[in-house]
């Protein structure tokens, strides 16, 4: 039944790449005004799909590479959903929308149940280190989601185009602002996250590998997000230059999640 919900969501993630392709012309109005209401209906089923994985293992075990991947979606939208409310505006859809579905898509294929009997994991532990992690990780893409959204609007401005896409953009200040406060709201997530993953190993191997590919690229993300955030709030960096820098940030978000994979400590299971 899990799976069956994850599909159902899948159904209504799929109006909201709908709406992000037509969005790239002035076509599809019904689209553009239904793709918040069926992105939100989605985000029910998948919640349904996790909370009934849930109550039929008797955990959540985000250490599945297809759990976490459906609760990463399910955060971005969560994150997409304040922005929405915050700005009235659904923008950030047009990147947004389509990693969701695709998301869900790799969550929704081949998924079985993985049962661990780890104390870290019966405790929660585990759980709410990955869980931070990931709402850090949702933050920081609508982050660059927002960044480029803002590199799209100054390029229309500049060459005094405002067809498609760009009629449907807010100001440059807004698009910045949301870039701005969404980096804000995620560093506490992804620093916290890092912290109790350093208390977690420190309790289960006695010691931690900070040359693990996973550890040590982790690492130097946050350093990487500590600097975007210091030019943001100290330095005054914004605009175009913040906007390269947060989606240099991103990218190192990418390369620290892929060492999931070659970790020796640190892997998702495929479920």
């Avoid at 599945?64 to 609760?71: A, D, F, K, P």
């Avoid at 350093?223 to 210091?230: D, G, I, R, T």
Wanted: charged fraction near 10%.
């Amino acid at each position: 039944m899990p799976i069956l919900w994850l599909r159902v969501a899948l159904g209504f993630y799929a109006m909201g790449v709908l709406y992000a392709l037509s969005a790239l012309t002035r076509r599809g109005a019904l689209l553009h005004r239904f793709a918040v209401p069926a992105m939100g209906l989605g985000m029910v089923f998948q919640f349904v799909s996790l909370t009934e994985a849930v109550l039929l293992s008797g955990q959540l075990t985000l250490t599945s590479v297809h759990n976490s991947e459906s609760l990463f979606a399910l955060l971005v939208m969560t994150a997409f959903m304040v922005v929405y409310f915050v700005y009235h505006t659904n923008s950030p859809g047009i990147v947004v929308f389509p990693l969701v579905l695709l998301l869900t898509v790799v969550a929704a294929t081949g998924q079985q149940a993985f049962p661990l009997n780890s104390p870290a994991v019966l405790k929660g532990w585990l759980f709410f280190h990955i869980a931070l992690i990931l709402a850090g990780y949702a933050c920081l893409f609508l982050s660059f989601s927002a960044s480029l959204l803002y590199l799209i609007q100054e390029r229309g401005l500049k060459s005094k185009k405002s067809s498609g896409v760009l009629s449907r953009l807010p100001a440059l200040e807004v698009i910045d602002d949301m870039g701005y406060r969404s980096l804000l709201l995620g560093f506490p997530f992804m620093t916290v996250g890092l912290v109790l993953g350093i208390v977690i190993a420190q309790a289960a191997y006695s010691k931690v590998d900070f040359f693990d590919p996973k550890v040590l690229l982790s690492v130097l993300m946050w350093a990487v997000y500590l600097v975007l955030v210091y030019t943001r709030w100290n330095a005054g960096w914004r605009g175009r230059r913040a906007a390269y820098l947060a989606a240099g940030v991103f990218v190192a978000a990418i390369v620290a999640w892929s060492a999931n994979y070659y970790s020796t400590i640190h892997r998702f299971v495929q479920s």
